[in-house]
């Protein structure tokens, strides 16, 4: 059972700070890695892919993945009260396979 | 160039009855997938496409359910018999399918309600 680990939150961080996502996963074939943003009601906006170690950096987001630890994370730099939504983590193996999500961590920027 | 589309955005069905969803994908993407989410949970895979061949279903995917994609673009999401345990949101996503890239983008979503 291919299972992705997420906390779920709350995640509350002050305007301007930086936010912290974290994922664990526990298939090790996994080789594709991304995160998506959703809005409450909406479906899920991906914001950034990762395919090998160490960090991807795009805007204020910064991916980074360690697969000796089977471990993601997303940064985002000076947090924005838009950015308040749930970050939902997703892995898949190799071949274009689905993806496996985790149940998102929810994050509120206070203004 | 536009993403992916599905239609309806909501359905509320009566239990018993029977749905058909529709998913038209980005154009030049050749892999389609469709995903359940309900609340608090992550989206969590039914099955795939490539063109128009079915490559795998989940274990999700009771006999209630059908998927196809005829000419291996706009895919359809039937529910015989819906539940009240049907009711969530379906997701359709799209992806370009070759080489390693295996980004997926999501459409807007068809929430059921099954009463």
């Known amino acids: 059972q291919k299972e992705v680990e997420q906390n779920s939150g709350p995640l509350s961080v002050p305007e301007g700070a930086i936010a912290s996502l974290n994922c664990t996963y526990s298939?090790?074939?996994?080789?594709?890695f991304f995160w998506y943003r959703q809005y409450s009601g909406k479906s899920p906006e991906l914001i950034m892919s990762?395919?090998?170690?160490g960090d991807k950096e795009d805007g204020r987001f910064t991916a980074q993945l360690n697969k000796a630890s089977q471990y993601v994370s997303l940064l985002i730099r000076d947090s924005q009260p838009s950015d308040s939504a749930t970050y939902l983590c997703?892995?898949?193996?190799?071949?274009?396979?689905?993806?496996?999500f985790g149940k998102g961590t929810r994050l509120s920027v206070i203004a | 160039d536009t993403g992916v589309s599905q239609d309806p955005r909501h359905k509320i069905t009566k239990r018993g009855q029977n749905v058909t969803f529709r998913c038209d994908p980005i154009?030049?993407?050749?892999?389609l997938y469709w995903y359940r989410q309900t609340l608090g949970q992550g989206p969590e895979f039914l099955t795939y496409?490539?063109?128009?061949?079915?490559l795998e279903k989940s274990r999700l995917l009771s006999d209630r359910f059908s998927a196809e994609r005829p000419k291996g673009s706009f895919s359809t999401l039937e529910i015989q018999r819906t539940e009240q345990g049907d009711s969530a949101m379906y997701l359709c996503?799209?992806?370009w399918g070759r080489g390693g890239n295996n980004e997926q983008f999501f459409g807007p979503g068809t929430r059921l309600t099954v009463l």
């Open positions: 996503a799209s992806s």
């Open positions: 298939d090790r074939g996994s080789q594709s």
């Open positions: 990762i395919y090998s170690n």
């Open positions: 997703a892995v898949s193996g190799p071949g274009n396979t689905p993806l496996v």
């Open positions: 154009s030049e993407h050749n892999r």
């Open positions: 496409f490539q063109n128009e061949a079915q």
